[in-house]
């Protein structure tokens, strides 16, 4: 809330998110300020009616008052709760789709104006770098051998199949399988499940 002398300033996240996990209700508040605006943001891409935007929201706040703690890092947060708000509103989603309600209100990503009413957009580039940073930590879970096929194939370099092949020693055949259950493996890892759950 500003006062008198200016805006308040914002709290560094670490520090909020010490208060939070020690139950202050003002650090609760806070943190609902903050992100709140975030998470809404990204429900609106789902195109949720009003009063399932709320609900899909409240679901929301749920999950991350059950597990605000398995949170590590609390810079880690934003790109998170970023997450759970998808899996939140894909749940609805499909649970909509089972229902028999229109596919056309349910058309995920698609963005929706937002009435004349300012939303802050999406930080992508904090939800760009905790996908990152869950690859990174996925990868070092994987085999060597599939770690480096996997950092071949995505890495800066455009590698072809006959570059990797004579690298690695694998057949330009088996390249496309190997990598098919690489990324399989990776998507196992405990940093990328996390990330999608």
């Known amino acids: 809330m500003p006062s008198s002398l200016g805006p308040v300033p914002v709290r560094d996240l670490s520090d909020l998110m010490v208060?939070?996990?020690?139950?202050?209700?003002?650090?609760?508040?806070e943190l609902i300020t903050r992100f709140d605006p975030l998470i809404t943001s990204i429900l609106r891409r789902y195109r949720l009616s009003p009063s399932d935007l709320q609900d899909?929201?409240?679901?929301?706040w749920a999950c991350v008052i059950a597990h605000v703690r398995d949170v590590?890092?609390?810079r880690a947060f934003p790109g998170w709760i970023?997450?759970?708000?998808?899996?939140?509103?894909?749940?609805?989603?499909t649970s909509a789709r089972r229902r028999g309600e229109s596919m056309d209100s349910l058309q995920i990503g698609e963005i929706v104006g937002d009435g004349g009413r300012h939303v802050p957009p999406v930080d992508d580039n904090l939800v760009r770098?905790?996908?990152?940073?869950?690859?990174?930590?996925?990868?070092?879970?994987?085999?060597?051998?599939?770690?480096?096929?996997?950092?071949?194939?995505?890495g800066d370099d455009e590698l072809?199949?006959?570059?990797?092949?004579?690298?690695?020693g694998i057949p330009p055949g088996r390249i496309g399988p190997t990598r098919a259950r690489c990324?399989?493996?990776?998507?196992?890892?405990?940093a990328v499940a996390d990330l999608a759950a």
């Open 183 to 190: 990324l399989e493996k990776l998507r196992r890892t405990r």
């Open 82 to 93: 970023a997450a759970v708000s998808r899996h939140e509103a894909a749940r609805w989603c």
């Open 129 to 154: 770098a905790e996908v990152r940073r869950s690859v990174r930590t996925g990868l070092r879970e994987l085999r060597s051998d599939d770690r480096r096929l996997m950092l071949m194939l995505f």
């Open 19 to 29: 208060d939070v996990l020690d139950g202050h209700r003002a650090a609760w508040a």
């Open 160 to 168: 072809s199949y006959r570059d990797i092949s004579r690298t690695l």
């Open 56 to 60: 899909v929201r409240q679901d929301v």
């Open 72 to 74: 590590r890092e609390p």
